[in-house]
C-alpha cells in the first residue's frame, strides 16, 4: 500500500466560554485545529487531528503544524503507511523534533492499520476489549467560590474526577484554594490541582508543605529540574505534564525521581506510536497516567481514548476530553462522548471516526492526489 495523497484542513474551534489557567496568565478563547487525511492506492482513507491548545500552553501552534507538513507530506508519498515505525523515522529525518507536527500523520496511519486488520484501535494498541475510561473535568482558575461552581457542574454531567487550576496567586490565596477544593469532594470524588508551570520551586515548596491536601499535583513548575527538586521535598504525588516531549525526557523524569504520574498526551509526543511507547514504559515502570489529547475535536480526543482504554487499569487514571469545552462540532456527534462519566471507544475497524465533510468544507492544502 503506498500513500497518494494528504489533505489537510484548517479548523477553528470556538470555546463555549474562555478557559483561564497558570493563575489567569494564560487565556484560550478558541482552538486552531488541523485536520488531515491520507489517502493511499488502496482507496482505504485514514484520519488525524492535531490542535494545540492555543499558542501558549506549549512550544507548539496551528500554523506550525500546517508549516511542518508542508515539509513532511512530499517525504512521505509514496511510502506504506502501515509501516509505522518506518514513517516515524522518515518524519524524524525529514524535520527533527517539532512532534506537534508528526501527530496527525501518524493517527492516520493508525486508522489506516485498523482498517486493513479489520480491528479497532484499542485492540491493535493493546487492549482485549473496549473498557470504558472514566473521564476527568478541567476547572478553569478563580476564586474557590467560582471554581466549586464549576465543579459542581461538572457533577452533574457524571464527572467525578476533577481537574483544578490553580498557581499564579499569592502564596496564602493558593493554600486556602487548595484545601478548600480539596475538602469539598464528595467520597467517591478525586481531585488534582495542575499548576500548569505558574510556581517557582520555593513557592512550590511553601504552598505544598502547608496545604493539608495530599490530592496528585501537577507540573508545579517549568522545567522537569525545577519539578523533580520539588517532588523530593514534599508529601502529595506529582504528575508531569507540559515538560515532558520525548521518551528521552520520560526516561529522565524516571531517572530523577520527578514524578509518579505523568499525563499522556499524542499531539505532545507526536503521535499515538510515540505515545504508545511512554504509555509502555509507564506501565513497566508503575506510572499512574492520563491519557487524553492536548486539545481538538472529538476526532483527537477518540484516538487518546482508544490508548487510554487498552492501559492496564491499575495505571490508568481518568481521560480530559477536549471536545466538551467547544462550542462548534466538526464531527457531529461521532467519536468518545461523555455518558455518565465514562467514554468508551467506538469498536468499528480502525480509529471509527470520519469527519462531516459537509461540516469541514473544501481542505487548506493537498499534497499529491485527494480521492
Ligand atoms: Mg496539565
Redesign the pocket.
Known amino acids: 500500500m503506498k500513500i497518494s495523497g494528504i489533505s489537510v484542513w484548517q479548523i477553528t474551534l470556538p470555546l463555549h466560554e474562555p478557559y483561564r ?1 497558570s493563575g489567569g496568565r494564560l487565556v484560550f478563547e478558541s482552538l486552531d485545529s488541523t485536520f488531515l487525511r491520507i489517502d493511499t492506492d488502496a482507496r482505504l482513507p485514514g484520519w488525524g487531528e492535531a490542535c494545540p491548545w492555543g499558542n501558549t500552553y506549549l512550544p507548539a501552534h496551528g500554523p506550525g503544524i500546517r508549516a511542518g507538513l508542508g515539509i513532511l507530506a512530499p517525504a512521505l508519498l509514496g511510502r506504506d503507511p502501515l509501516g509505522l515505525d518506518t514513517i516515524n523515522r522518515i518524519m524524524d529525518l525529514t524535520l527533527p523534533g517539532h512532534p506537534y507536527v508528526k501527530s496527525a500523520i501518524d493517527i492516520a496511519c493508525w486508522d489506516i492499520l485498523g482498517q486493513v486488520s479489520g480491528l479497532p484501535l484499542w485492540q491493535l494498541l493493546g487492549g482485549e476489549q473496549a473498557d470504558a475510561v472514566a473521564v476527568n473535568s478541567s476547572i478553569s482558575t478563580g476564586t474557590p467560590d467560582a471554581m466549586l461552581a464549576l465543579i459542581a457542574t461538572a457533577r452533574a454531567k457524571g464527572y467525578k474526577v476533577h ?1 483544578a ?1 490553580v498557581g499564579g496567586s499569592s502564596v496564602t490565596r493558593d493554600i486556602e484554594r487548595i484545601d478548600i477544593l480539596s475538602a469539598s469532594m464528595l467520597p467517591d470524588e478525586k481531585v ?1 490541582f ?1 499548576v ?1 508551570r505558574a510556581w517557582t520551586p520555593g513557592v512550590a515548596v511553601q504552598v505544598l508543605n502547608a496545604v493539608q491536601a495530599r490530592d496528585w499535583i ?2 508545579p513548575c517549568e522545567t522537569l529540574d525545577q519539578c523533580a527538586h520539588v517532588a523530593s521535598r514534599v508529601s502529595q504525588p506529582i ?1 508531569l ?2 515538560c515532558l516531549q520525548s521518551v528521552q525526557d520520560h526516561l529522565t523524569a524516571w531517572k530523577l525521581g520527578s514524578c509518579e504520574g505523568i ?1 499522556v498526551k499524542p499531539n505532545r509526543v507526536g503521535g499515538l506510536t510515540r505515545a504508545k511507547q511512554i504509555r509502555d514504559l509507564g506501565v513497566s515502570i508503575g506510572w499512574q497516567m ?1 491519557i487524553e489529547d492536548v486539545g481538538g475535536s472529538a476526532l483527537a480526543d477518540t484516538a487518546a481514548i482508544h490508548l487510554a482504554s487498552s492501559t492496564p487499569e491499575a495505571n490508568r487514571l481518568a481521560s480530559w476530553l477536549s471536545h466538551d469545552h467547544l462550542a462548534y462540532d466538526p464531527v457531529a456527534g461521532k467519536g468518545v462522548r461523555n455518558v455518565g462519566g465514562f467514554v468508551v471507544p467506538p469498536s468499528a475497524p480502525g480509529l471509527g471516526v470520519v469527519p462531516d465533510q459537509n461540516l469541514i468544507g473544501e481542505p487548506t492544502a493537498v499534497y499529491g492526489h485527494a480521492r
Open positions: 489557567l481537574s487550576k488534582t495542575d500548569n501537577e507540573q504528575m505534564d507540559e499525563k492520563h
